[in-house]
T-cell receptor, first 116, second 116 residues
Framework: DADVTQTPRNRITKTGKRIMLECSQT?????MYWYRQDPGLGLRLIYY???????NKGEISDGYSVSRQAQAKFSLSLESAIPNQTALYFC???????????????FGPGTRLTVL | AQSVTQLGSHVSVSEGALVLLRCNYS??????LFWYVQYPNQGLQLLLK??????LVKGINGFEAEFKKSETSFHLTKPSAHMSDAAEYFC??????????????FGTGTLLAVQP
């Protein structure tokens, strides 16, 4: 089974609808991240969480919210979806580390969201 | 603020030819640098990383990259391309100096095509 799973894998919705994308991990990592990928723009960080009680905005958080229900689960919500939120969304996890070191981020398979 | 520039959004090589994907970074502090690969319909996978120490870094699948501080570059190379190398490649930098945020700043990606 995959270590980082995302549901759904594909979703088509209409403008104004509320959408939730879910991410679960079995790696036991404390840190989780949500990115969106757009053609020609690479990946951009939406939100990140260092533990259940620590949630932080990334560079493009407007229009999104998140919930860290447990160490293993991190959900991304679009309260009122709009067409320019059409993108590929990735969840990632990493282990906690001390200053001056780096721990690899592990990515889920992605959710392709289309907002009509 | 840190940033990454990948020169060439599309690169095409013949099977057996040298692969060179270019990445330049901007950082006011010593950077951590990464190359990720994304195969079609999959999430991102870490190819290699530079944190400290040896500036020539070897990764998976025969890829390597060299950190050149004077040129602010971290170009990815492979001596002989294989059809299975066709994918999108992302260079990334981490703003991890002095703290422990582990956030990644991605470049816009380079799509590598390998011709038979």
């Amino acid at each position: 089974d995959a270590d980082v799973t995302q549901t759904p894998r594909n979703r088509i919705t209409k403008t104004g609808k509320r959408i939730m994308l879910e991410c679960s991990q079995t790696k036991g990592h404390d840190r989780m991240y949500w990115y969106r990928q757009d053609p020609g723009l690479g990946l951009r960080l939406i939100y990140y969480s260092f533990d259940v009680k620590d949630i932080n905005k990334g560079e493009i958080s407007d229009g999104y919210s998140v919930s860290r229900q447990a160490q293993a689960k991190f959900s991304l919500s679009l309260e009122s979806a709009i067409p320019n939120q059409t993108a590929l969304y990735f969840c990632a996890t990493s282990d906690t580390h001390s200053s001056g070191t780096y721990n690899e981020q592990f990515f889920g398979p992605g959710t392709r969201l289309t907002v009509l | 603020a840190q940033s990454v520039t990948q020169l060439g959004s599309h690169v095409s090589v013949s099977e057996g030819a040298l692969v060179l994907l270019r990445c330049n970074y901007s950082s006011s502090v010593p950077p951590y640098l990464f190359w990720y690969v994304q195969y079609p319909n999959q999430g991102l996978q870490l190819l290699l990383k530079y944190t400290t120490g040896a500036t020539l870094v070897k990764g998976i699948n025969g890829f390597e990259a060299e950190f050149k501080k004077s040129e602010t570059s971290f170009h990815l190379t492979k001596p002989s391309a294989h059809m299975s190398d066709a994918a999108e490649y992302f260079c990334a930098v981490s703003d991890n100096y002095g703290g422990a945020t582990n956030k990644l700043i991605f470049g816009t990606g380079t799509l590598l095509a390998v011709q038979p």
